[in-house]
């Protein structure tokens, strides 16, 4: 109860946004594989964000 009100951190924001990428990416692979390889390479760049962020 007591997180109730805490801020995401960058990082945590990063990874959620990294894994809603993937699960559309995934989503269109079926269907569309350019658009799907589209939304890889944005989750790759999200990816080597967060990495760059835990670097620090």
């Given at each position: 109860m007591f997180g109730l009100f805490k801020k995401k951190s960058e990082v945590e924001k990063l990874?959620?946004?990294?894994?809603?990428?993937?699960?559309?990416?995934?989503?269109?692979?079926?269907?569309?594989?350019?658009?799907?390889?589209?939304?890889?390479?944005?989750?790759?760049?999200?990816l080597k964000k967060i990495e760059a962020l835990q670097a620090k």
């Open positions: 990874q959620a946004t990294y894994k809603k990428l993937m699960e559309e990416a995934y989503k269109l692979q079926s269907i569309n594989r350019s658009d799907s390889d589209q939304k890889y390479l944005e989750a790759d760049n999200i």
